[in-house]
C-alpha cells in the first residue's frame, strides 16, 4: 500500500532531530558497553595529545602501561634496539613485530600504526 502523509516542516524538523538525538543516545551507549567489557579503554588527554604531536604510539602505548623499554623488548621478543628504532621513528616494524608489539601492549594493532 502506497499511502502518503502529510506534516508540517515544524513537525518533521522536531521528527530528525528526534531521530539525531536517538542515534547519539545509542552510539553513547554502545561506547559504554564496550568500556565496561573491557573491549576499549579510555586513553588519558595528555597521552592522546602525544599520539596527536606525532610521537610513536609504541612509546606512548608503553609508558602509559607502565613499561620500561627493556620490559617491553622482553614481553614481545622485538630486539631492544629495534624497538628502540621503532619509538624514535627511524625504522617500521613489520607487521609481525608490530603485532607483537599490540600484543604485549595489550592493544589492536590499528593503535599502533
Given at each position: 500500500?502506497?499511502?502518503?502523509?502529510?506534516?508540517?516542516?515544524?513537525?518533521?524538523?522536531?521528527?530528525?532531530?528526534?531521530?539525531?538525538?536517538?542515534?547519539?543516545?545509542?552510539?553513547?551507549?554502545?561506547?559504554?558497553?564496550?568500556?565496561?567489557?573491557?573491549?576499549?579503554?579510555?586513553?588519558?588527554?595528555?597521552?592522546?595529545?602525544?599520539?596527536?604531536?606525532?610521537?610513536?604510539?609504541?612509546?606512548?602505548?608503553?609508558?602509559?602501561?607502565?613499561?620500561?623499554?627493556?620490559?617491553?623488548?622482553?614481553?614481545s621478543?622485538?630486539?631492544?634496539?629495534h624497538?628502540?628504532?621503532?619509538e624514535?621513528?627511524?625504522?617500521?616494524?613489520?607487521?609481525?613485530t608490530?603485532?607483537?608489539?599490540?600484543?604485549?601492549?595489550?592493544?589492536?594493532?590499528?593503535?599502533?600504526?
Open positions: 500500500m502506497n499511502e502518503m502523509v502529510t506534516i508540517s516542516r515544524t513537525e518533521y524538523d522536531r521528527l530528525i532531530a528526534a531521530a539525531e538525538t536517538l542515534s547519539d543516545l545509542d552510539a553513547y551507549a554502545r561506547a559504554k558497553a564496550r568500556l565496561a567489557n573491557g573491549d576499549d579503554e579510555l586513553v588519558p588527554a595528555a597521552f592522546a595529545d602525544r599520539m596527536l604531536d606525532g610521537e610513536s604510539p609504541v612509546r606512548v602505548y608503553r609508558e602509559l602501561r607502565g613499561l620500561s623499554g627493556a620490559e617491553l623488548a622482553r614481553r621478543g622485538v630486539n631492544r634496539v624497538l628502540l628504532n621503532i624514535d621513528r627511524k625504522s617500521a616494524g613489520s607487521i609481525e608490530m603485532r607483537r608489539l599490540a600484543a604485549a601492549l595489550n592493544v589492536q594493532i590499528d593503535d599502533l600504526v
